[in-house]
């Protein structure tokens, strides 16, 4: 089994900075794509960032120049760094990762999502 477990949410002032962090534990052998996602009450869940085992990264054109995406493969970690943050971003965020287990089975694991509200 494979655990994603996100930190980093909070309340923050419109201009103002957050870091998100994933961590996953478990029975890894490899872990290829890692996204962060975020659902805005009555929305339907959007991909805000992604990126690949080999480095690539892709954002959504809504936090393009705002938001910079990152893993640390020895941790096991992607992260999320937010900045100029807007009101408009208020949402869960979640984080998934493309794992191959040890036992070489692959699968889509989900994080538990961290609350991130931009407030004055």
């Known amino acids: 089994q494979v655990q994603l477990v996100e930190s980093g949410g909070g309340l923050v002032q419109p201009g103002g900075s957050l870091r998100l962090s994933c961590a996953a534990s478990?029975?890894?052998?490899?872990?290829?794509?890692m996204d962060w996602y975020r659902q805005a009450p009555g929305k339907q869940r959007d991909l805000v960032a992604s990126?690949?085992?080999?480095?690539?990264?892709n954002y959504a054109d809504s936090v393009k120049g705002r938001f910079t995406i990152s893993r640390d493969d020895a941790k096991n970690t992607v992260y999320l760094q937010m900045n100029s943050l807007k009101p408009e971003d208020t949402a869960v965020y979640t984080c998934n990762a493309d794992v191959l287990s040890l036992n070489r089975y692959r699968k889509t694991y989900w994080g538990q999502g961290t609350q991130v509200t931009v407030s004055s």
């Open positions: 478990g029975s890894i052998f490899e872990i290829y794509d």
């Open positions: 990126t690949s085992s080999g480095g690539s990264t």
